[in-house]
């Protein structure tokens, strides 16, 4: 976008705002309305699909012993947990709401600038995770935001002595999270730029960059 103004003596002069300021390109829109609409599918399905499989556990899994799979190396066996991974804070079932809706309010700060559909989909699998197991705090007994969450996977026990039992929420969430940090590690922004990219449009000449 170029301003125009009027010099002293009556000549026009034309200046160009340096890169990253002013209007935004035509079309800018688009990489954006994109990304929400993947953020908000990849959530929509992994808090659907969680919702699927805790149904499916409580209805096939209930008053019977865990379910071998895979030769032991995964079993099928349902709990109930009023905690966090290894019944930690068991006893302040209460906090955790609390922090998934702190996390839930992150994602849409983190959404104001995401143009990037990979940090989409890394913030769409935290938010159907985190809403999967915040539906079983606020809406399932003992009461509600005290809810017990409804786990049903473990990994070479039966009980979960070796790895944590849980579902498929837990599961959203670790990959949503591990995402993240792959994209951080590789400099890729929420806005869809890269870190050595934006490093190197910073250090050109004032002249490159109006020319560009």
Not at 104 to 120: E, K, N, Q, T
Not at 131 to 155: C, E, K, T, W
Not at 162 to 172: G, H, I, Q
Request: hydrophobic share 45%; with cysteine.
């Amino acid at each position: 976008m170029s301003v125009t103004a009027e010099s002293v003596d009556g000549e026009q002069m034309t200046a160009t705002p340096p890169a990253g300021t002013g209007t935004a390109e035509p079309g800018g829109g688009k990489p954006r309305r994109r990304a929400i609409v993947v953020l908000a599918a990849t959530g929509l399905v992994a808090f659907l699909v969680d919702l699927l499989t805790k149904h499916l556990a409580l209805q096939t899994l209930s008053d019977r012993g865990p379910v071998s799979l895979l030769d032991g190396e995964v079993y099928l066996s349902l709990t109930r947990n009023s905690g966090a991974a290894w019944s930690i804070g068991a006893d302040h079932t209460w906090v955790f709401p609390l922090i998934t809706i702190a996390v839930i309010g992150w994602i849409g700060w983190m959404a104001l600038r995401l143009r990037s559909v990979p940090w989409a989909i890394s913030l769409g699998l935290v938010l159907g995770g985190a809403l999967g197991n915040l539906a079983d705090r606020i809406f399932r007994a003992p009461g509600h935001f005290v809810g017990h969450v409804v786990d049903m996977i473990s990994l070479f026990d039966p009980y979960g002595r070796v790895w944590p039992v849980f579902n498929l929420a837990d599961s959203a969430l670790v990959c949503g999270v591990i995402l993240a940090v792959l994209l951080e590690l590789t400099g890729r922004q929420r806005d869809g730029s890269r870190v050595g990219t934006k490093r190197a449009a910073d250090q050109a000449p004032v002249e490159q960059r109006e020319r560009a």
